[in-house]
């Protein structure tokens, strides 16, 4: 994968970085949102592909992207697709500080040393590249503006931003109310997006003992599971924790 473009992880960070403070937009959820954004950059290197509300490896050659490849290598290790609401409720720890230190070495980011009540370091990160930003936000602001819809990327990094809660971060206000209502609308044009973007707002809500049927033409539909009593389905969510945390 030639580094011409930017990913979509990277993208969706520098949404979400906030030029006046220079922190990050929704931490917490966007650790979910940059993990499933490596999923949809799979899917568009041809490396993964839905299947219902899971996620298949079809084609395990390496894209060039460390991280992206370190994410392809887990996946290729499962042997069997894994569950989208699975994979990005997984450990995932230091994500959000990995795309940070590369976008900084990539000179789009420069990190702005502090201290928290003069006692606690703390690290800020200013974007550089305001070109870059103001590329990506117009992209977003088009597809809203305008109604067309939008290329499979763009879509894919809308609706990973509504799944996040970047809306009120990026359209605030009860003025931004109309753009942040089309935001969440642009999901549908982006099939893996939009599974991915489900998946992340499924964990963020507790949601993954059922199977959610697929988004129309993004593979076939998972049929009903019996409900299981509640015991069956905690014991049932840590056993899949516990494989994720075992790979």
Do not use: F
Not at 36 to 42: D, F
Request: a positive charge; charged letters at 20%; proline letters at 8%.
């Amino acid at each position: 994968m030639g580094r011409s473009r930017r990913t979509l992880p990277e993208e969706l960070l520098l949404l979400a970085l906030d030029p006046t403070t220079g922190t990050t937009a929704q931490p917490q959820s966007l650790d979910l949102g940059l993990a499933g954004a490596q999923l949809v950059e799979l899917a568009l290197a041809g490396r993964i592909a839905p299947d219902g509300d899971r996620i298949a490896v079809v084609m395990a050659r390496p894209t060039g992207d460390p991280t992206l490849d370190s994410a392809l290598e887990l996946l290729r290790r499962r042997g069997s697709p894994v569950r989208a609401v699975h994979w990005i409720g997984g450990p995932r720890l230091g994500l959000r500080q990995t795309y940070l230190s590369h976008l900084e070495r990539c000179g789009m980011v420069h990190a702005v040393a502090g201290q928290m009540c003069g006692v606690l370091p703390t690290t800020r990160y200013q974007a550089t590249e305001s070109v870059i930003c103001r590329e990506i936000r117009s992209r977003l602001d088009s597809a809203i503006r305008t109604g067309v819809p939008p290329d499979p990327r763009t879509a894919a990094l809308a609706a990973l931003a509504h799944a996040v809660g970047l809306g009120k971060h990026l359209y605030p206000g009860n003025e931004g109310r109309s753009s942040r209502s089309r935001l969440r609308d642009l999901i549908r044009h982006d099939p893996m997006g939009g599974l991915v973007a489900h998946a992340v707002m499924d964990v963020q809500n507790g949601v993954a003992a059922q199977p959610r049927r697929a988004p129309a033409g993004g593979g076939r539909p998972q049929s009903a599971v019996p409900m299981q009593s509640q015991p069956q389905q905690t014991q049932s969510r840590r056993d899949g924790m516990a494989r994720l945390a075992a790979h």
